[in-house]
């Protein structure tokens, strides 16, 4: 059999359609992001199975001796070795008939792919390891189809970023093969995918190792399909400038069906692959790291809505998902089908217009390529002459055939003109053109033609990208394996009906309610001002002109951000439906803008415009609002009618509003466009936000200018964007989230490039400015987190200041412990001392004295027995005055005392000044723990890393206005010594009768705080306790109510109980390195919570100094320094690794340190390290490198308060991990901040 009959077998089955109906399980089909087998990879040939490489090495022999490899091509005697071809006469004369050609290596290749005699093992493993490479299934029986998702498309994406090092969204085109069995598919998207016409790309390829996946080609002769179902590859030997725009290759089952099982199910896999290497590769994609595990267990299955076989589900389903997600449908057929060249263009329409009734506000249609495969060797090789060749042949199926026909008077009757085959193929696909492809031993025309084909490829789905960018909906790849899920899902579920394309895609990322909240609160607000300011009758007018451009350029904004590329015009994306930029955008969509802005203005108007009812006796006017309006009233509360809600305003508001925006957006559409154009910027996502902020911020501005007065000081949303939580608190009092402050904010170079500076605040007439200017340190997300938590205890509470005392002096004594912590949770007298710490910039010496005073002149017991005080101890049993207690907090805290807890982090300047902070409390008598904190709870409050559930009072309105005496009294507010404090008829309890040691909760607000993808560990969690006693016990007094002697009993278990610590945080007794709790073990009765008397005896001293003397306490305060100070560096990356000629990736970047530049923290940190015997930094993994701190650096440190070491380093392999530590010799080495990283992360970050 000759080489064009391989070509003709190298496909996926018998039947496109039809395959085994037994299900595919999860250990069937395991998915890997990379393969080996028929992912030839070309650098490593030997690690092959020893039969798979002694088949492929002798492939092709000589057509005349069958012994040597053929090194020449001759049209007339076919491939021939040097030897045998210089003994042919007519070559020796160089006969013109006899067209010879030097074989290259890509003639190799091509007799590899087609000539290959592989063993049943070796094929066997082929199959077993191309399960990687699908995509989508169809399993189960009649009546239970499943269709099976596999993570192909999200693992090849993340190869391919990690192969071009790309630091910006990729947008995929997907090219989809189809045809009947046995046509050739899979040997030419096999020869595509090995570029055999450029050798100098596989050469490339071979030197850097690549694995390039490929198709399995069909036995020769042999007639059960090969493979089954949709596989998914790619191109990887595109070239650099073709990075952004990843070229895929789907391979899809045939048209046919047949009823044989393919060899791929014979061959798969009868057990499950490692964990590892089921799971590699999860964790950079969201979607997939997401449902792992739960993949691992089950596969991703949906229950398929189709109640018939399953060759006829597949015929239905795949050409739908097909169609629907191509760029490009490339279509291959023999070339002697072409006799029954009617057959297939009516069933390509036919395919085609039943695919397109299946989705609605689609981005685009499909190029058409059809390959004529098997082409006789006087063939027409001209793509353009073979199209119209064909067309003008096939012209008369528009009059002569009854199908065809048909579909042409339905166009007609709709409008639409057909007057040629290409009028109507144009219906149905965006281009249509014929290639024809010769038989496989005219391996020279074949390469030549297989080019030619790959340029087609390319040129369509380039246009196809193209028209996607000018209605501006072209995907980005996270985008795109979104999208695809959506698909799946409604295909599976509702195969009959039409998938709304921009609808599911809004759906993405659907607008925030935040969004609507904020701005019906700013509708609010801006209409009580001009009604206020304004009377004259054209409020209506005024209010749409100030606030729609405004509502309209915080859509921009915040699609802008949701999406890398907006998916149609801004008409379209606020309405959420496809063609509307008539003007036509009122058909709200369910998770569009529209709805959410709706929403808002129906709050607005429910709430604020009052009825215009007026009883036409008494002249009496209805001053009911909608939002309550169940009769009309007037001022009094006097009924003066029946009847509905009546607003001519309303009515005049509704009628301009909506005009309002579509012109406002309509408008921004366009401006939009001309910045980009006007500044020669790119197209980009960065581009296009960039201008959408640059609109938003204007119509921002223009609005506290135009309504004098406003005030928006919510701090639930941003100020600006009015979606995201503010991550900030400017001085004036306005909350910024992170993406607004890194805008609004400048970098000041000059000093610290990571050094945001806000110099004055536009949301103010006239603008706020900051004297001096606000500062932030924008450090990067995989930073790691140092955190302190401070146990409760009253009077023994000095023990933890002497435990942090110890610290600080380890540390030096010049750096203030607290500036080591970004975060600080205290309990009752712990979280006295956390406010005054964090908030008040207490150092060790002023915080021991204040909290003596506090404690001395705060546990004073009643001394006026009024029946008020008689009746708050009978329903407490409190024997301390609150008054007094409160009075002695004020003098502590003083005017930071008064302040609201949420505003005390407003920024004055320094960025070293904004710690946070929270207290607990418990509240009733159910012993619910909660924290009042001075920043806002995250936008993700559900998510709680602690098995100890949690409120978060900002949460509420209410809890917002806690003040700092507030938090102080609620926190401390201990059973039997103080009345609980009562606010907004809640009861507060102190923190420690649900949770003495809030260690817990300080983990769980770390990774709400500071979420990140990396799911980046704590640096250090330091949890300060101040004594326990094992076995003690509490006792209930005489006078103690049941209910009450519950929570002191709950209390002092809590402070008492040493293994709290293990249990509390869920760690099975396992604490992490980065988990270290200083807390002295007391063998006597340790003293009350009021003992002053311990205080003054020096009992409380001496426990402190008892537990420092230890050796082993040494040794961890020791520990706790020195991660301290490994950790106050890190590791950025100044590049994406790059990948030598070896094949070793090259990682560069900086070692920085964690404080800003100039700061007295960095300075202190210098004269620390100096101490240190020849410290340096050391590259623990991959291999030994150091890096000295020499004197000059240090010296830089202590001058100019400035560190920065520019490093380089070699990983032999993708899969190394990154440890950079301090070390020096008298101490073991320390992993700096968030270190050891995976290579993928360093890809991920930069």
Excluded at 209 to 214: L, V
Aim: net charge negative; hydrophobic share 35%; aromatic share 8%.
């Amino acid at each position: 059999m000759d080489s064009l009959d391989d070509l003709a077998f190298g496909s996926e089955g018998e039947s496109p359609w039809g395959v085994s109906s037994q299900p595919a399980t999860p250990e069937t089909y395991q998915p890997s992001p990379e393969h080996r087998s028929n992912e030839d990879n070309l650098s490593e040939r030997s690690e092959e199975p020893e039969e798979l490489s002694s088949a492929m090495e002798s492939e092709a022999v000589c057509a005349d001796c069958e012994e040597n490899p053929p090194d020449w091509y001759c049209t007339q005697c076919g491939e021939l070795c040097n030897t045998c071809d210089s003994d042919r006469k007519p070559h020796q004369r160089q006969s013109t008939k006899h067209k010879r050609t030097l074989l290259s290596d890509g003639h190799k290749v091509v007799s590899g792919a087609l000539y290959s005699k592989l063993s049943e093992d070796a094929r066997k493993e082929l199959h077993q390891n191309d399960h990687d490479t699908l995509w989508f299934s169809i399993g189960g029986r009649p009546g239970s189809l499943e269709f099976e998702e596999f993570p192909r498309f999200s693992l090849i994406l993340a190869e391919h970023h990690k192969q071009f090092a790309l630091t910006a969204p990729s947008f995929p085109r997907l090219v989809s093969f189809t045809g009947d069995t046995g046509v050739g598919k899979s040997a030419i998207i096999r020869l595509l995918l090995e570029h055999v016409w450029d050798d100098a790309a596989r050469h490339k390829a071979r030197v850097r190792g690549m694995a390039i996946a490929t198709p399995i080609v069909g036995q020769r002769g042999y007639s059960v399909p090969t493979s089954a179902d949709v596989h998914l590859y790619r191109d990887a030997m595109l070239d650099d400038t073709e990075a952004e725009r990843p070229l895929l290759y789907v391979d899809c089952e045939g048209f046919d069906g047949g009823s044989q099982s393919p060899t791929a199910h014979i061959y798969s896999p009868s057990s499950a692959p490692k964990v590892s290497r089921l799971t590699e590769g999860l964790a950079e994609i969201n979607r997939w790291a997401k449902m792992g595990f739960s993949y691992l267990q089950s596969g991703f299955k949906r229950p398929l809505a189709f109640d018939g076989q399953r060759r006829h589900a597949v015929k239905t389903l795949f050409p739908k998902l097909l169609y629907n997600s191509s760029d490009v449908v490339v279509n291959v057929m023999l070339s002697e089908a072409a006799r029954q060249m009617e057959v297939k263009l009516e069933n390509f329409l036919g395919w085609a217009e039943e695919s397109h009734a299946a989705a609605t506000s689609r981005i685009s249609l499909p190029h058409l390529i059809i390959v004529l495969n098997q082409s006789d060797d006087d063939s027409e090789w001209d793509p353009a002459k073979t199209t119209q060749d064909i067309l003008d042949q096939q012209k008369n199926i528009l009059t002569q055939n009854d199908s065809v026909k048909a579909l042409v008077a339905r166009f007609r009757k709709s409008g639409i003109q057909i007057s040629s085959l290409q009028d109507l193929l144009l219906t149905s696909y965006s281009s249509v053109q014929f290639i024809r492809l010769p038989r496989g031993e005219s391996s020279p025309r074949l390469i030549g033609q297989l080019q030619k084909l790959h340029m087609m490829i390319c040129e369509a789905s380039e246009e196809a990208q193209r028209e996607k960018g000018d209605r501006k909906m072209r995907l980005s790849a996270p985008d795109m394996d979104e999208f695809f899920r959506l698909a799946f899902d409604h295909y599976s579920n509702h195969v009959g009906e039409p998938f709304d394309f921009l609808g599911k895609i809004m759906t993405l990322h659907p607008p925030s309610d935040k969004l609507a909240a904020g701005l019906s609160m700013l509708m609010i607000k801006t209409f009580k001002v001009l009604n206020a300011q304004d009377e004259s009758s054209k409020i209506d007018v005024r209010f749409c002109n100030i606030l729609a451009p405004l509502v309209c350029s915080t859509v921009v904004l915040d699609a802008a951000r949701a999406f890398n590329t907006l998916p149609g015009s801004l008409v379209d994306i606020f309405s959420g439906e496809g063609n509307q930029s008539d003007g036509n955008a009122w058909n709200t969509a369910q998770n569009s803008y529209k709805a959410r802005i709706g929403e808002a203005f129906d709050e607005f108007a429910y709430i604020t415009l009052p009825c215009q009812f007026v009883q036409p006796e008494t002249n009496a006017q209805c001053v009911n609002k909608g939002w309550a309006h169940l009769c009309h009233q007037d001022s009094q509360g006097v009924r003066i009618g029946l009847g509905s809600h009546e607003s001519e305003l309303l009515d005049k508001i509704i009628a301009s509003w909506e005009n309002k925006l579509v012109d406002a957006l309509s408008s921004l559409d366009q401006k939009v466009d001309e910045v980009i154009t006007t500044t020669e910027s790119e197209h980009s996502p960065k581009s296009r936000l960039d201008a959408a902020w640059l609109f938003h911020r204007e119509a921002m501005e223009d609005l506290y200018r135009s309504v004098p007065g406003l005030e928006m000081l919510d701090l639930v949303t941003c100020a600006w964007c009015f979606r995201n939580a503010p991550s900030e608190q400017l001085a004036c009092g306005h909350g910024i989230c992170s993406a607004c402050l890194a805008v609004v904010g400048e970098r000041d170079s000059s000093v610290d490039h990571r050094l945001m500076v806000v110099h004055s605040c536009g949301l103010h007439h006239p603008p706020h400015t900051f004297e001096p200017p606000a500062e932030f340190l924008d450090l990067p997300d995989h930073v790691g987190r140092r955190i302190l938590s401070l146990d409760g205890g009253g009077v023994r509470s000095f023990v933890g200041i002497e435990i942090l005392a110890a610290i600080e002096k380890e540390l030096g004594g010049e750096i203030p412990v607290r500036r080591f912590f970004d975060l600080i949770g205290g309990t009752s007298s712990g979280g006295l001392l956390a406010m005054g710490l964090g908030m008040g910039s207490w150092g060790l010496e002023e915080a021991a004295t204040r909290l003596n005073d506090l404690l001395v002149n705060g546990f004073i017991k009643h001394s006026d027995w009024t029946v008020v005080h008689l009746w708050e101890w009978w329903q407490t049993n409190s024997v301390y005055s609150t008054e007094a207690f409160d009075e002695a907090v004020k003098a502590a805290y003083g005017d930071l005392g008064n302040q609201r807890m949420v505003t005390s982090r407003q920024a004055h300047g320094s960025s070293e000044t904004s710690t946070r902070v929270f207290v607990t409390a418990t509240i009733g008598k159910n012993e619910l723990a909660t924290i009042i904190a001075n920043y806002m709870p995250s936008r993700r409050r559900w998510e709680q890393y602690s098995s100890i559930l949690y409120e978060h009072e900002a949460a509420s309105e209410a809890g917002r206005d806690f003040t700092v005496r507030e938090a102080a009294r609620a926190t401390c507010a201990t059973p039997t010594y103080f009345a609980p404090l009562h606010r907004q008829d809640v009861e507060y309890w102190d923190g420690g009768v649900s949770l003495n040691n809030p260690a817990p909760i300080t983990v769980s607000e770390r990774q709400l705080i500071w979420p990140t993808k990396e799911k980046t560990n704590t640096d250090l969690l330091l949890s300060v306790g101040n004594g326990w006693t094992p076995g003690a016990a509490s006792r209930k007094s005489w006078w103690e109510r049941d209910e009450i002697s519950d929570l002191h009993k709950h209390l002092c278990e809590n402070m008492n109980s040493g293994d709290k610590w293990d249990k509390s945080l869920g760690v099975s007794g396992m604490q992490p390195k980065w988990y270290t709790r200083l807390n002295p073990e007391v063998s006597k009765a340790l003293p009350a919570q009021d003992d002053m008397e311990a205080l003054r005896n020096g009992s409380i001293k001496r426990i402190a100094s008892n537990y420092l003397r230890e050796a082993s306490t040494k040794s961890r305060i020791s520990d706790v320094c020195r991660v301290l100070i490994a950790t106050s560096f890190y590791f950025e990356s100044t590049q994406q690794p790059r990948q030598n000629e070896d094949g070793h990736f090259i990682i560069q970047g900086e070692i920085l340190c964690r404080f800003p530049n100039g700061s007295d923290t960095v300075k202190g940190l210098g004269r620390a390290i100096r101490k240190l015997r020849n410290p340096r930094i050391e590259l623990i993994s991959p291999k030994l490198d150091r890096w000295s701190i020499d004197d000059d650096a240090i010296s830089l440190m202590e001058s100019h308060g400035s560190y920065r070491l520019p490093v380089e380093v070699e990983a032999p392999g993708s899969t190394m991990e990154i440890n950079f530590a301090l070390n020096d010799d008298s101490w073991k080495a320390e992993s700096i901040s968030a270190c050891p990283v995976s290579l993928e992360r360093l890809f991920e970050r930069t």
